[in-house]
């Protein structure tokens, strides 16, 4: 059977400060890549965040699109329902009309 390998915090933390200096050293040896890498995370996190921004300004037209057709439409029902009583008590006054 093979053995578990322990982690110590101190060989943990060796690790970390090495790849943070690994990297640090990499950006001072390479700064064109590595602006040219945060250009383009910003980017990407711009573009995202215009996204989000679109999407939200889209849902909020829609519905405020839906709350006013929905007044629209109930005010055509009513008023409908209204045109539609006149012409019953219209046609119900002349039906009264001829029966006499």
Known sequence: M??????SIVGEVAGSVSDAVASAIGAIA?????ATKARRALGRTATRT?????V???VAK????KAVSKTRTA????????KRAVRK???K???RLKRR
């Open 2 to 7: 093979a053995k578990k390998k322990t982690k």
């Open 30 to 34: 390479h700064p064109m890549d590595t």
């Open 50 to 54: 215009k996204r989000k921004v679109a």
């Open 56 to 58: 939200k300004k889209k």
């Open 62 to 65: 829609k519905t405020a699109r």
């Open 75 to 82: 005010t055509k029902r009513v008023a409908t329902k209204a």
């Open 89 to 91: 008590a219209a046609k």
């Open 93 to 95: 006054a002349t039906k």
